[in-house]
């Protein structure tokens, strides 16, 4: 079955710099990845995500790329801010609704 | 459009019990799928229902079964209950009809504990 990586487990920054989050997959049917941010207390929500057939996608301050030779795809959110400050979890899929999910990056964002 | 709404959000069961939580996905949305999230090993997928058909399951032992019914409404149960079931139970929905997985929402989950 489908085995996801994610690294770092936990990333701390200061406000403004960027981010980064990779995420390496291991089933080369896959086609799905997006990335959830769940904060404290609430249920994961999606931020962004891309298909296979794309190589880079970009939502004001994220962007993921996706390099489907090497396996990997990776999260970038520029200009942090403290309410950026979350759990990050990548996933994979080959369809019907189901994702295999990297273990999550706690981002910790400091003022 | 209401979200997905999960019952019970806490419950506290013993060894050796079983336990049946409920899911009601979004209007419209016809797939439901259950994850378990620990601190661990993060979410992990338990099964997936369309149209009252299991598609997908993951690798979970058989104590974990789940089922949906006419209306899309799922459950999902837990028998003869292990400390390590302990977990939050989320579930997540999607509309499901196309092959390509979309966007899933998630519900707020049941946080079970195992005493």
């Known amino acids: 079955g489908e085995n996801v990586e994610q690294h770092p487990s936990t990333l701390s920054v200061q406000e403004g710099d960027s981010a980064v989050i990779k995420c390496t997959y291991s089933?080369?049917?896959?086609?799905?990845f997006p990335w959830y941010k769940q904060e404290l207390g609430k249920r994961p929500q999606l931020i962004i995500d891309i298909r296979s057939n794309v190589g880079e996608k970009k939502d004001q301050r994220i962007a993921v790329t996706l390099n489907k030779t090497a396996k990997h795809f990776s999260l970038h959110i520029t200009e942090t801010q403290p309410e950026d400050s979350a759990v990050y979890f990548c996933a994979a899929s080959g369809g019907y609704s189901t994702l295999t999910f990297g273990k999550g990056t706690m981002l910790l964002v400091s003022p | 459009k209401a979200g997905v709404t999960q019952t019970p959000r806490y419950l506290i069961k013993t060894r050796g019990q079983q336990v049946t939580l409920s899911c009601s996905p979004i209007s419209g949305h016809r797939s439901v799928s259950w994850y378990q999230q620990t601190p661990g090993q993060g979410l992990q997928f338990l099964f997936e229902?369309?149209?009252?058909?299991?598609?997908n399951k993951g690798n979970f032992p058989g104590r974990f079964s789940g089922r949906q019914f006419s209306n899309s409404r799922s459950e999902m149960n837990v028998s003869t209950l292990e400390l390590g079931d302990s977990a939050l139970y989320l579930c997540?929905?999607?509309?499901?009809?196309?092959?390509?997985?979309?966007?899933?929402?998630f519900g707020e989950g049941s946080r079970l504990t195992v005493l």
């Open positions: 229902y369309f149209s009252e058909t299991q598609r």
């Open positions: 997540a929905s999607t509309p499901g009809q196309s092959a390509n997985t979309g966007e899933l929402f």
């Open positions: 089933d080369s049917a896959s086609n799905y």
